[in-house]
């Protein structure tokens, strides 16, 4: 059983550079960041496989790293630059059967995810 859990966000103001950490109990080849805005369906951010090459959402690209530490356990985000817009629930995702870099851009494939954590940016 893989459990994700996630450390950081919380309030924010405009500009400022968000970091979220998301630790897992064991290895998953995707692995990923979501987010729901209030009132909105869940989105994907961005998600990363066996290339270290991750994939962004065009509403962060150009804001927006993500990384694994060299175990590939730790998933880690910084999103710079920070909009109000960006206010939403962040939220860690692993997918459990999927082994190919090609799948993991796929947010139906993600079947495991961490509690999510608040993130609100002010004006």
């Known amino acids: 059983q893989v459990r994700l859990v996630e450390s950081g966000g919380g309030s924010m103001q405009a500009g400022e550079s968000l970091k979220l950490t998301c630790e897992s109990s064991?290895?998953?080849?995707?692995m990923g960041w979501f987010r729901q805005l209030p009132g909105r369906e869940r989105e994907v951010v961005a998600t990363?496989?066996?290339?270290?090459?991750?994939t962004y959402a065009d509403t962060v690209k150009g804001r927006i790293t993500v990384s694994r530490d060299r175990w590939k356990t730790t998933l880690y985000m910084e999103l710079s630059s920070l909009k109000p817009e960006d206010t939403a629930i962040y939220y860690c995702?692993?997918?459990?059967?999927?082994?190919?870099?090609?799948?993991?851009?796929?947010?139906?494939?993600?079947?495991?995810w961490g509690h999510g954590t608040q993130v609100t940016v002010s004006s």
């Open positions: 995702a692993a997918s459990t059967s999927v082994y190919a870099d090609e799948y993991c851009t796929h947010s139906d494939r993600y079947d495991v």
């Open positions: 064991r290895f998953t080849y995707c």
């Open positions: 990363i496989g066996g290339d270290p090459s991750p």
